[in-house]
Each structure stands twice: as C-alpha cells, then as structure tokens.
C-alpha cells in the first residue's frame, strides 16, 4: 500500500479558499515547508478566516502541531484515520505455533487426567466382580458414585482451565496486535485507528442474535478501501494473508 495521508475530515474548499487568501495577499514567502515546493504551490498563510453565520466570529483554519486546525482546542485538529479488520489478524496470530502447542499442551494434560479417571473406575470394577447381569454391591456403587462426584468436579475445573488459557492467549494477540498498529501508525502518520469488520463478509451464522452480534460488528457501513491497513499491520506481524 503506498503511504498517503487518511484524513478524517478533507476539503477542497478550504484549500482553494487558502489558495485564493494567499493570492490576494501576494508572493509566497521563502517560508521552510514539510515538504517540497512546486510552482503551483500558493503560500505559506499563516491561517484562513472563513465567514459562518451572521453576527458569528468567523472561523479561523490554521495549522497547528502539523494538522488543520479550527479552534484552540486539542480537539479541534483534523485527524488521519485508518482501520483494522482485527478478526482476520486474531485469528492468525493464535494459529501461531505458539499458541498451538500452548493449547495442544493442556489438551494433552486434560486427556492425561481424564485417563486416570478411567483406570480408577476399571479398578472399582475389578475389586467387585459380579455375575453377569447381577447388581454390583453397594459398596461398590458408593465408590462408583464417589468418583463420578469428583469426576464433575474436575470437569468443571478443566473448563476454567481451558477458560483462563483463552483469555491469556487472546490478551496476548491484542497486545501483539496493538503493538503492530503502533508501527505502522507511527511510519504513516495515522492518529486513530478502528477496529472494524468488512461489510461484504458473509454473516456465516443460523440463529438471530449471532446475526445480531455480526452486523453489530462491522463498525462501518460504508468505507474508502485507502483507510484499510489490514494488510501493513499483517506484514509488521509477519503474518501471511
């Protein structure tokens, strides 16, 4: 992608509006400018006063910490913007070998665990032989009974487990994520970036409030493709698209 300026707000008029203040006020001066100067160039102003409503102050449109500005205020700056599809980036990143063998790990833990449980439960069989069809006896019914009790137990601890691996792994790509977008924002000199989901994704989903949560997903419903830096973040991340 080549490096332009996204700016969120952009106006012809007020350029051709500078254009024609500067005209009116003479030459150029031999000002330094951020970048080279061509013969159409017009300026440097120092600001640009535009007429509002009638008995209002004008508004005065200068520059200021290198960006438009129309008021005092650090809010009133015209900001680059760009825009990540983090779904597609996530999921990269937590296919990472990384990620795999940390989740392939606990699996096999978990099985591990499980299979223990097993060797218990054919150990109780093995001290109450019982004839075919006969009823075991009720001791070993209360020792059957014992270990289903803590075989609950320890499922619900696996999945608390496998909840806070989750939520570890998916901090972890957020961070690796936002320390990408902090490169390239910083290369190509982006203020803002949005999270966002493209709009032409089918929805992949069968039931109402997963289509719900899909349409609330996608943040844009309409989007230059210029603002989309998708793919630079993936390159910083040396993920593959």
Known sequence: MSKTSRLA???SFVLSSVALAVALRGAPSQQATAGPIFASDLGPADALLLNTEAGKDPLRVAAKDGRISWGDR??????????????TVMKKLLDRPSYLDARKEL??????????????????KAKYPTAENAP???????????LQREYQGWMEMVRRRGEKLGAEQFEQAYRELVSAVETVADKESIDLVFRFYPTAE????????EALSQIQSRTFLKYPASID???????ALNLSE
């Open 202 to 209: 089918p929805f992949k989903s069968e039931r109402t409030g």
């Open 107 to 124: 699996d096999e833990k978990t099985q591990g665990e499980e299979g223990e449980f097993q060797k218990r439960l054919e150990a109780i």
């Open 9 to 11: 707000i952009a106006s």
């Open 229 to 235: 830096i998708t793919s630079d973040v993936m390159k």
């Open 136 to 146: 075991p006896p009720a001791e070993a019914q209360q020792e059957v009974m014992a």
């Open 74 to 87: 650090a809010t009133n700056r015209v900001w680059s913007v760009a825009s990540v599809d983090i779904d």
